[in-house]
């Protein structure tokens, strides 16, 4: 759909009220011949002292409108013509109306009426209301019907006008728009000037896995639950932290509790650059790589902006791009038959195409594949140089810290390295993470970084851990064991297929012969075992495998003998 000029749409100032109650007369008492026309040429009512009105313009004039009753105003427009206990719904504090849709008569050629009901579910929703009744023209009900409002066999006759009494439940709206007209209304986004301070489409959770918390409890009633249930949905070490960052805690709980941290988180800075071999000016430390990914994204990019990912890759990635900022976003396809291996080639030959950032996470979750450092660097040098290159190395420690392009980012103008001390130091729940790149890329994420970003306990174990290097290393040598020794028992039961990998984590291929990844993990969750189902993390994934995250040997044996008993119970099989 494309229109010469661009409506936009946004709410209603005082000074827009004059114009709306006249458009009013204009139309339902001049044109429809609902009211009679008066010699104010204006029309308002009682309702117009709370209601929001919405506003279509081109060019500053508005072309259309809608207004939006809200439940604590204590009356609405219906009430004129239908009893309470007459309506077939509940009248209730989630219950909204929506009414007055108004086009004038040369823009009815338009997308102005489906933008301005559009705004108003989102106004409406984002207000937090579950449900909406509408009393709609039968000239213009279809439009109701299929946008998903339910009409209620109640017919309202007002002055030459008939009205339908409409119906809908914000969920089930929600549901039905996006199953069915997400592509016409995403069109419509790119077509209007939408600025009514509310996102276009209402914001998505990203999803992480962590449901093992379901089963311990998201208040801490009781910890101890814990012991119960395996946690390989996420992937935190399965080892504990530095055994000298909890000597350090607990020697000094009370006072690292109720102690304000080091305001711009200098030492861990400085001990980050030291240890990594750059200049402090190279770090910027961040309340856990995703709060960072958060900030520095939504820095840099708009809705014009164009990204490339890889596909499958790690969630939060997508979710920030496309459902936040919304960006056009690329996929570089990594195919389950080459073994989820990004191909170079085909980097280097897409990078061409004038994008505003790349995002590669390697190694890569959830495949758990590395591209060797070397390879990476002389990828990036064919890279164009006003491309942002933001490199995730959440896990490269399990593959080795000299594979890492912190040094190397460090001396160009447009690599970033985002490292997150969760996975590897042991520290999830303390949430630690830094960007290492040149000051250029860093100089305006630090001036909008807040004071006290990581707390004092966690800047503490992020430099007792890089201090505390043998013992981590021992850490991973013996996650390379541990796997193995996983994989290969997986190996033995009938149909399964792990893909090997150096992280502490890798995707396991269930037999297509036996129940689908979304059994297996309801299955598994049962017996206390959560996994990942991994089929809605990539296009090239399928129904079919799951992840897991590699756990201590005798967790590890617990976890075979599991999905065996899942995998072996005849009833699932087809």
């Not at 081109?58 to 004129?80: A, L, M």
């Not at 089963?215 to 119960?228: H, K, P, V, W, Y």
């Not at 960072?292 to 596909?311: E, G, K, N, P």
């Not at 990581?454 to 541990?482: E, G, K, W």
């Amino acid at each position: 759909m494309t229109l010469d000029k661009k409506i936009k749409i946004s709410l209603a100032t005082t000074s827009d009220r004059e114009d709306i109650y006249k458009i009013r007369h204009n139309v339902f008492a001049s044109e429809l011949k609902q009211h009679h026309e008066n010699e104010q040429g204006s029309i308002s009512d009682q309702l117009d002292k709370f209601n929001t009105y919405l506003i279509a313009t081109i060019n500053q004039e508005i072309i259309g409108f809608i207004s939006i009753t809200p439940p604590d105003g204590g009356i609405y427009s219906i009430d004129k013509y239908i009893k309470r206990a007459e309506l077939p719904f509940a009248v209730d504090n989630g219950l909204y109306e929506m009414r007055i849709l108004t086009v004038l008569k040369e823009h009815r050629n338009t997308p102005a009426a489906l933008l301005l009901m559009w705004a108003a579910f989102r106004w409406i929703e984002a207000h937090g209301g579950s449900n909406i009744m509408a009393i709609g023209r039968i000239e213009i009900l279809e439009l109701y019907l299929k946008l998903g409002f339910m009409a209620m066999g109640h017919k309202i006759q007002s002055g030459s006008v008939t009205f339908e009494l409409l119906f809908g439940n914000v969920n089930s709206l929600n549901d039905h728009i996006a199953n069915n007209y997400k592509p016409l209304f995403s069109k419509l986004f790119k077509n209007c000037i939408w600025d009514l301070g509310i996102s276009f489409f209402k914001p998505s959770e990203c999803y992480h896995g962590g449901d093992f918390f379901q089963a311990i409890g998201t208040e801490f009633d009781d910890l101890s639950r814990r012991n119960q249930i395996i946690n390989a949905d996420v992937l935190d070490a399965w080892f504990p932290p530095s055994p000298k960052i909890l000597k350090e805690l607990e020697t000094n709980l009370s006072w690292i509790c109720k102690t304000s941290p080091p305001t711009d988180c200098n030492g861990m800075t400085n001990t980050i650059a030291r240890f990594r071999g750059v200049q402090p000016e190279n770090i910027l430390p961040g309340a856990g790589s995703s709060d960072l990914i958060f900030q520095a994204f939504r820095a840099w990019l708009t809705s014009r902006s164009r990204v490339l990912i890889l596909d499958p890759s790690y969630g939060e990635y997508p979710h920030v791009l496309e459902n936040i900022i919304g960006c056009h976003v690329d996929r570089l396809e990594l195919l389950k038959e080459e073994g989820y291996i990004v191909d170079l080639d085909r980097l280097i030959a897409l990078s061409k195409n004038s994008y505003d950032l790349i995002v590669l996470v390697n190694p890569n979750s959830p495949t758990g594949q590395h591209i060797d450092r070397k390879e990476l660097e002389a990828v990036i040098d064919l890279i164009p140089h006003n491309t942002r290159i933001w490199i995730d190395e959440t896990y490269i420690e399990y593959v080795g810290q000299a594979q890492s392009l912190e040094k190397y980012a460090a001396k160009r103008s447009n690599v970033i390295v985002c490292k997150s001390m969760s996975k590897v130091y042991a520290l999830s729940g303390l949430r630690s993470a830094y960007l290492c790149a040149s000051p250029y890329q860093l100089e305006n994420l630090r001036s909008i970084t807040p004071p006290w970003a990581v707390s004092l306990p966690s800047q503490i174990a992020a430099v007792i851990a890089l201090q505390d290097d043998q013992y981590y290393l021992n850490c991973y040598q013996q996650t390379h064991i541990l796997r193995e020794e996983l994989v290969q028992e997986l190996s033995e039961i009938n149909g399964l297929n792990p893909v090997k990998t150096n992280t502490n984590f890798f995707l396991c291929q269930l037999p297509s012969d036996g129940p689908d990844a979304k059994t297996v993990v309801q299955k598994c969750r049962e017996k206390g075992l959560y996994l990942r189902n991994a089929s809605n993390m990539g296009k090239q994934i399928g129904d079919y495998t799951i992840r897991i995250a590699v756990k201590d040997r005798e967790t590890n044996r617990k976890m075979v003998n599991i999905l065996k008993e899942v995998l072996l119970d005849k009833n699932l099989r087809t």
